[in-house]
Every structure is written in structure tokens, then in C-alpha cells.
Nanobody, 122 residues
Framework: QVQLVESGGGSVQAGGSLRLSCAAS????????MGWFRQAPGKEREGVAA????????YYADSVKGRFTISQDNAKNTVYLQMNSLKPEDTAMYYC???????????????WGQGTQVTVSS
């Protein structure tokens, strides 16, 4: 059974940083895409960032380029999202997702975590 467990959400002031983690189990982690989506109240779910675990190719939404960094630790089957210079508009529930892909990173949609809340105050 595939499990994606997110952690690291919380509340910060604008300009602050958070690092989200997504630990995968029951899943062939290598050579697949893992990524992060977010959904704010009343808005559609938005793809934020993705990484191809077999080679490191990454994708970022324009809204987070230069501020967010997605990375991986293959030994821990874990993907991270480092979020810097956070803005109030980054406030949302952040979801980890995984799917087959390669070699170019694309937003995965097959398996989902439960989400972790990020709140940025002004």
C-alpha cells in the first residue's frame, strides 16, 4: 500500500521560511515523479513543484520560482520543499503526490498524501 506522509507545515510571518517533507513508503521511489500541490480555500488545486527522482529534473510553477526549492533524499525515500520568502498568498494546504514519469519532471497525480497546512501572516 502506497503511503505519502507530509510534515513540516505551520504558521510563519511573511518573509519567513518553512521546509516540507514527504516520506514515501510502499512505492517504487526511484525513477518516478514526486511533487507538491497546494490548495487555498475557494481555489483550485495548483501544482507547485515536481522532481524526477531518477535524475533530478525539476519543475516549478511561475508563482514560486526563485523562492521554493524541491529536493530529494533517495536513501530516505523522501522529497523536500524548501519554501523561502513566504508570502500571505502562499497560505494553503500543501499536498504531496507521486506517479510514474521520466525523465522530465511533470506534476504527478496518482498517489496523494493527506496534506499539511501552511499559513503565512502579513
Amino acid at each position: 500500500q502506497v503511503q505519502l506522509v507530509e510534515s513540516g507545515g505551520g504558521s510563519v510571518q511573511a518573509g519567513g521560511s518553512l521546509r516540507l517533507s514527504c516520506a514515501a513508503s510502499g512505492y517504487t521511489y526511484s525513477s518516478n515523479c514526486m511533487g507538491w500541490f497546494r490548495q487555498a480555500p475557494g481555489k483550485e488545486r495548483e501544482g507547485v513543484a515536481a522532481i524526477y527522482t531518477g535524475g533530478g529534473s525539476t519543475y516549478y510553477a511561475d508563482s514560486v520560482k526563485g523562492r521554493f526549492t524541491i529536493s530529494q533524499d533517495n536513501a530516505k525515500n523522501t522529497v523536500y520543499l524548501q519554501m523561502n520568502s513566504l508570502k500571505p498568498e502562499d497560505t494553503a494546504m500543501y499536498y504531496c503526490a507521486a506517479d510514474g514519469c521520466g525523465p522530465i519532471a511533470t506534476m504527478p497525480r496518482r498517489y496523494w498524501g493527506q496534506g499539511t497546512q501552511v499559513t503565512v501572516s502579513s
